[in-house]
């Protein structure tokens, strides 16, 4: 007689350590161990040490507001500081200044999925070698998860070691004192006030009938390849 596997089948007794199910821990066993990880305040350190989380909801449709971030200029209009965006000579990527860096060029390769409406953006200062800065994007139909017409948007970054030291001294501006690292504390609030920025033109756009893809950012840019 065969039996039919089933849920963690494979490992001795079908218990690990540290893993909660019900058929181990019932609710009133379990229902303590939750309330105990709720907190009316939690450490800074706690919520944003490893990953920087934002999300918000946007009045556009999601489809316009997908198409608007995979274009890489669009990060010229909704963030804080990233400006002069230009094509490189390398297919795809793009470098651009950034402004919070003072002499700090920027640079950027965006990989989109339409199926999944996810957007990436690959960036690093200084040098576009090693894109290791990656800001993940995902757009999700606001009427699946909130039944009303528009848009979440989810971006989640992850603290990767280089932020605490700068990988690539040698392509650094001299005189630079800042390195992107410094300012990781302050991730959770800047990029809140980059998805507000990014609403407010969705919305803008969206409720005066316009294009979220302004037709700027579709015209080819002057490029002088790079020697």
Not at 43 to 51: D, V
Not at 120 to 128: E, L, S, T
Request: overall charge negative.
């Amino acid at each position: 007689m065969t039996t039919t596997p089933c849920a963690l089948s494979d490992l001795p007794d079908g218990v690990i350590p540290g893993v909660v199910r019900i058929e181990t821990s019932d609710r009133e066993a379990t229902t303590p161990v939750i309330l105990d990880m709720l907190r009316s305040v939690y450490p800074h350190e706690q919520m944003f040490g490893q990953y920087c989380t934002v999300h918000g909801y946007i009045a556009a449709p999601p489809d316009g507001v997908y198409d608007y971030l995979a274009h890489t200029r669009s990060l010229e209009e909704w963030t804080y500081s990233l400006r002069g965006f230009a094509p490189t000579d390398q297919p795809g990527l793009w470098s651009a200044h950034d402004r919070l860096g003072s002499d700090t060029t920027i640079y950027t390769r965006t990989v989109a999925h339409p199926e999944a409406r996810t957007v990436d953006y690959h960036c690093a200062w200084d040098q576009g070698e090693h894109l290791w800065m990656i800001y993940l994007m995902r757009v999700v139909d606001a009427q699946t998860v909130l039944d009303k017409p528009g848009t979440v948007v989810l971006w989640t970054n992850c603290h990767h070691p280089f932020y605490d030291r700068n990988p690539y001294p040698h392509t650094a501006p001299p005189d630079r004192r800042a390195w992107v690292g410094d300012f990781w504390d302050m991730f959770a609030a800047g990029h809140r006030l980059e998805l507000n920025n990014l609403t407010a033109l969705c919305e803008y756009r969206a409720r005066h009938r316009l294009p979220l893809t302004p037709a700027w950012m579709s015209e080819p840019p002057p490029w002088t390849p790079s020697a």
